[in-house]
């Protein structure tokens, strides 16, 4: 091989490893680019996988968070709604027994105005019955005993109606505690001589017992009805009345 040759030879081998070298240098920077296209791709999936990753849980957590509130809410809506249904049903309780004591009071205060009316009815009929006479009762000393009788009778009915009105006739003390008032004002008819010879001593012994009597009705219907007042001034509002 000439020395020509030999030079062209180089040449030539040169300019192939030139040209393999450039090759390889593109090579590599097309695995660069691609590489870093790979690793941008790789990266924007990651992190729009992220985002929704993320949005879902803030989206799954609000939810949670108004599903919690809402229910606070309606709880707190509810509790309040009890308690103002037990303080109303509280104050319908106060109110009630009120009423009771009221009912109470009255009862007991004319029960002692109409026992005492009666009791001084009598007295006057037992006052004049017992009174020896020699002659028989003139017509003005008659008028005169009957006219405050008279009124003090008008007195009597009209408080036993009061008592009346405020008794329950469904229940069997009730009609007792009538029954024995009726008893008494029949009493005293019995002090006129003209209808009995019984001695005023008796009928007044026989008008205590039934005063006694009455007292005693009285006092039992009076405790049942403060055991109401205590039993539902002590009790769950919510058992005690029904709406």
Known sequence: MTPQ?????????????SQAIQNIEFINKVWIAGS????SLFAAL????????????QRRT????????????????????AMQELSSRRSAIAN??????????ELRKDMAAYLSTWQEISYRWDAIVSTPRENPISDEELIKFKEPIAEMRREAHEIQLRIQLRLNMTEEKHKDLLGLMHNLENLTILYQRTVSNTSPQAIQSAFQDLVGKIVLKLQ???????????????ADPKETLRF
């Open 36 to 39: 870093a296209v790979v690793v």
């Open 220 to 234: 039992e219907i009076l405790k049942e009805e403060w055991d109401r007042i205590k039993k539902e001034s002590y």
């Open 5 to 17: 040759e030999l030079i062209d030879l180089q040449k030539i081998t040169e300019h192939a490893l």
């Open 62 to 81: 609000q939810l949670n968070l108004a599903s919690q509130q809402a229910r606070h809410q309606k709880q707190a809506l509810e509790d309040q709604l």
């Open 46 to 57: 990651v992190g729009a996988g992220t985002q929704i990753i993320v949005a879902r849980w």
């Open 96 to 105: 009630i027994a009120a009423k009771r004591q009221v009912w109470i009071d």
